[in-house]
Every structure is written in structure tokens, then in C-alpha cells.
């Protein structure tokens, strides 16, 4: 079975410029969750979805992020104008609802520099 | 916040038993304990949940007190593969529940 996939692993980019993310969670996944993980911190939810709608975006910085998923599969998560404090890993994770406790699958992550 | 208490690293002997402790004073009746992992420059990994009941996997063994304030991931022959960060999160059982990440313990496993 194929993983959660993202991509690219690694950007970076100049303060204020715009940059996305792509995200392909596993076939057949309903959920699918954007984290951002600052180097030595564990992981904060940014976004959830539900197939293609959002159950929730309350930590989600709506003034310079997007995300959208749209027919509910792949994802995309967007910063623009990027800030310093946004250098982070990004995960994507996804998940099969009350299958196995409801366990969430990480893809690798893209890694974010903000210069 | 996390609801969850994890000291902030341990070290282990490659081969012997690590014992990871976790405290969860304020943990709710129908939240579920999670372990996950994250080995350096991936993302995390699932290892094991339970309620109250102790659980066991082909990765490790979860320790649940009978209060259910707190628990311990065991993994009976640490290897050097094992060095990683790991996590303890409290939930509720739930479609699209989200995870509540600590600062989780770094377990580094030496030769």
C-alpha cells in the first residue's frame, strides 16, 4: 500500500514570496490533516478535512494561509506572503475514520526555509 | 495544549528493554492513549493505542495503570533504529479526532 506522498520535500524561498504544497494521502483516505512542526516542537494541526470539506481550520493563519482539497482526494496548502516564522516542516497525514483506532498516516514532509 | 507529561529524553542499551513513561493526570473516560514516533527527517509514525486495557504489538507493548493517569511504552529489545522522538497523546476515539502533539521524549539508543 502506498503511502502519503507530498510534495517537494524541500523549498526555499525569500520573505514574502508565495509557495504550495501538494499533498496525495492514501487511496481511499475521507481525512486528511495539514500539520506544521517548528524545529523542536512536536507537530500543530493547521487543517483537517473531511472528503472536501473543512471540519477544521481554527489554528490555520487564514490572513497568509490556504488550503483546499478538492474532490476530496489530493490537497494543496499555500503561504502567501510567506513569513521567517513559517520555516517549518509541513506534514500531511490522512486517515481511514474508525478503521484500525482511527490511525493517522505522515507523509515525509516538506521542508520550508523562509530567508 | 497537550494533556500528556513526557520526560524529555532517555537513553537506552541497544538489546535491552525501553521503558518510556507518560502521565496523564487529566485524562477522560473515553480518551484513548496514543504512542507515536518520529524518527529524524520523517514524518510521525503510529506505534500503538489503548484504552485501559494493556496492548500489545509487533512494535511494542503498552503499560496502562489502572487509574489510567499514566502509562509506559515498552520496547522490549531496543535497536539502534529505535533512536527517535516519541509521543504520548490522550483522545477521544472519533472520526477525524485530532492529534494534540507534547514536546514527546527523545530516546536515544546507544551501542
Known amino acids: 500500500e502506498a503511502g502519503v506522498a507530498q510534495s517537494p520535500r524541500y523549498k526555499i524561498i525569500e520573505k514574502r514570496q508565495s509557495v504550495a504544497f501538494w499533498c496525495n494521502p492514501i487511496?481511499?483516505?475521507?481525512?486528511l490533516y495539514w500539520y506544521q512542526q517548528i524545529l523542536g516542537q512536536g507537530p500543530k494541526l493547521l487543517i483537517q478535512f473531511q472528503n472536501n470539506g473543512v471540519v477544521d481550520d481554527s489554528q490555520l493563519p487564514k490572513d497568509r494561509f490556504s488550503a483546499e482539497r478538492l474532490k476530496g482526494v489530493d490537497s494543496t496548502l499555500k503561504i502567501q506572503p510567506a513569513k521567517l516564522e513559517d520555516s517549518a516542516v509541513y506534514l500531511c497525514?490522512?486517515?481511514?475514520?474508525?478503521?484500525?483506532?482511527?490511525?493517522?498516516?505522515f507523509g515525509p514532509g516538506t521542508r520550508l526555509t523562509v530567508l | 495544549d497537550a494533556k500528556t507529561t513526557q520526560p524529555p529524553s532517555m537513553d537506552c542499551a541497544e538489546g535491552r528493554a525501553a521503558n518510556l513513561p507518560c502521565n496523564h493526570s487529566t485524562i477522560s473516560g473515553n480518551e484513548y492513549v496514543y504512542w507515536y514516533r518520529q524518527i529524524h527527517s520523517q514524518g510521525p509514525q503510529y506505534i500503538i493505542h489503548g484504552l485501559k486495557n494493556n496492548e500489545t504489538n509487533e512494535m511494542a507493548s503498552l503499560i496502562i495503570t489502572e487509574d489510567r493517569k499514566s502509562s509506559t511504552l515498552i520496547l522490549p529489545h531496543a535497536t539502534l533504529r529505535d533512536t527517535a522522538v516519541y509521543y504520548c497523546?490522550?483522545?477521544?476515539?472519533?472520526?477525524?479526532?485530532?492529534?494534540?502533539f507534547g514536546g514527546g521524549t527523545r530516546l536515544m539508543v546507544k551501542p
Open positions: 487511496s481511499g483516505h475521507a481525512t
Open positions: 497525514a490522512s486517515s481511514l475514520p474508525r478503521d484500525s483506532g482511527d490511525t493517522q498516516y
Open positions: 497523546i490522550v483522545r477521544v476515539l472519533d472520526a477525524g479526532n485530532m492529534l494534540t
